[in-house]
C-alpha cells in the first residue's frame, strides 16, 4: 500500500523541467530499460501494490500524469489544481495523460483539458473523473489513511485479482504509452516548441511564482509569440 | 479552430426531414463517396481543425450527432436541450449517436438516453457527460471565444498530436458508423417506421411548435399508434 | 420489458450466500450451460428485453451485479445502499461486477469502490456512474412506472437495434465475465478467504441485522484477523 502526498501545500508535483527532458528520458530508460517516463509510472499502475495519491495544491503535466498512474486520486478541495500544459508549449503529454484522460472522462473532456492546457480546480477535476473525489482539506488526511488501512487489512489474493482484472479493462496497453513518450520527445525538439519554451522560460516558466497561475501565463504567452 | 453556433435562441438544429432522408444521404454521398451523414460528420472529428459547439436551444437527432462529432461541447444551462428521438419513431440513430453516447456516458446512461427519445436539460446532459459543461446563458459566447482563441494561438504540432492521440482511443471505427447508418436507413423503410412516422407528422412532427415539446409529443404518440 | 423491485424497503438483494456458492453455480449451469452467475446475468443484458432496476435498500456482491447487469438503473436517494465486498473477504467479484464497473467508472473508482469493499449511497453512487440517477424515494416508482411504459410503447424494431449497437460497445465479451467467474470460485476456496468467510459468519456476516452496516463490518473484521 502506497500513499503519495506532498509536503508543501501550494505544490504536489510538478511537470518535468524542459530543461532537463533528456536528463529524465535517461533516468526512465536506466529504471524501465526505456526512455519513457510513461513506461515507468504504468509499473506502478500495474505493480501488485495499491497506491493512492493524496493531492493538495498544484499537480501539472508530468506531476498529473504520475497521479493519473496512481490506481485512486482524492484531493484537496480548497487547494488541488490539475493541468496538462504541454499543448500550451506546443508539445504533447508524453508520460501517460493522454491514456488516462480520454478513457476516464471521454473524448470530448479529455480534449477539452489536453487542448486548453489550462488550470482545473478540484470540484470540475472531480466532475470530469480527473480525480475520484474532491474532499475538504481538514478531513482528506483521515479520509485517506482510513481507506489505505483498510485495503492494506485484507487478504491480498483478492485485492490483487481485482486490480489484474480492472488494468485489464482500463489500463492501455504499453505500445500506447510508449508511442505518445515517442511523439513527446519528438515534439519537444520541434524549433517552434523550443521557442515557446523560451518565450515562457522569460516570463517565469518553472519558478515557482509564475506557476502558481500557470494556465494563465500560457494564455498570455501564446498572444505574444 | 471552428465554433458553431446558432442565430435562434430556440433552436440549434434540429433531426433531419424524415420525408428527406434519401436526399439527405445523396448530398453526404456526393460529400464523402458514402451515403452516410455519420460518416460526414466523422469527417469532423477526425479533421485537424478543432471544432466546439456553443449550444442554445433544442438539438436532437443528427443535430445532437452534428454536436457530437465536434471535439467540445459547452451548452446555455437555461436553453439549451438534447434529445436521440428515434427510438420513438421506430428507428436507430444512424449518424453517430450511438457511438459516441455509449463511449461517454456508458451503457446504462446511454441506453436510457437512446431508447427513452427523451428531451434533456443541459443540467442533466452535463452530469451525463453528453457535453462538456452547461453555463450561464450570459456567460457561454465569452467562455467559448476565449477558449478557440486560446486554443487557437498555440502551436499546430501539439494540438494536431492530441487530436489524433484522443481519437485513436475515443473516436469509433469508420465501420462502426457505417453499421449505424445503414441500420437507420434500413429502419426508416420499416412498415411501423413509416407509421409513426405518419402519426408524427400529423401532430405537428417536424412544425416549430411542436417540436418545442417533442419529447412529449413521442411519448403521447406511442399511446395511440 | 422487464422492471425489477423489492417488497422490503432495507434490501433489493443480497451478496451469495458464500456457504452456498457451489448450488449457485451448480443453478447457473443447468439454465446457461456454465457454472457462472455472471453469464447466467449477461444473458438479461444481451436480451431483447429492455430491464430497469428500481432500487431500494441494500443490493451488495453479486445482488449489485445483478442490478448492473439490468440496462438502467434507479435508485432511491435516502435509502439505496451499494457494495462489491468481495475483496473484504479475501476474494473478488465474479458475477460481472468488475466488468460493468470499470466500464461505467473508469479505472480509479472502479478500483476504489472494488477494492474498498464499502457501502456507496446512491447520491455517491450516481456521482460514479454506477446507476442511471437517484431520485427521492416517493418519485422513484411513478418516474420508474412512467419510463417504463414510454419504451413499451415504442416500435420494437428500433428498440432491439439500439440495445444491440450499445451492447456491442459497451456490455464486455463472454470471456472476460466467464474468467472472472473462474477467479470467484478458485478464490473461495483459498484457506485465507475461507478464515475470513468464517470470521464474518461468527459477527453475523449473512444476517439482516449485521448486514445493515456490512461496509463497516468488513473493516472491523480486516483489523482483527
Known sequence: MLVFK?????YF???VDVNKIKEYRDEAAKLVGEASIGLLFRHLSASRLVSIAQIEGRTRGAGSEFVLACD???AA???AIFGQPEAGTGVSPGAGGIQHLARLMGRARALEVLLSSQDYDAELAERYGWINRALPAKELGNFVRALAHRIANFPAAGVVTVKDRVNAIALAPVGDFRRDSDLFGEGSRNPEAQKRFQAALKRGFQT?????????????LSNRT
Open 6 to 10: 506532498s509536503a508543501d501545500p501550494d
Open 13 to 15: 508535483i510538478s511537470h
Open 72 to 74: 485512486m486520486r482524492f
Open 77 to 79: 478541495r480548497e487547494s
Open 208 to 220: 515557482r511564482a509564475a506557476e502558481m497561475d500557470l494556465g494563465r501565463m500560457l494564455g498570455d
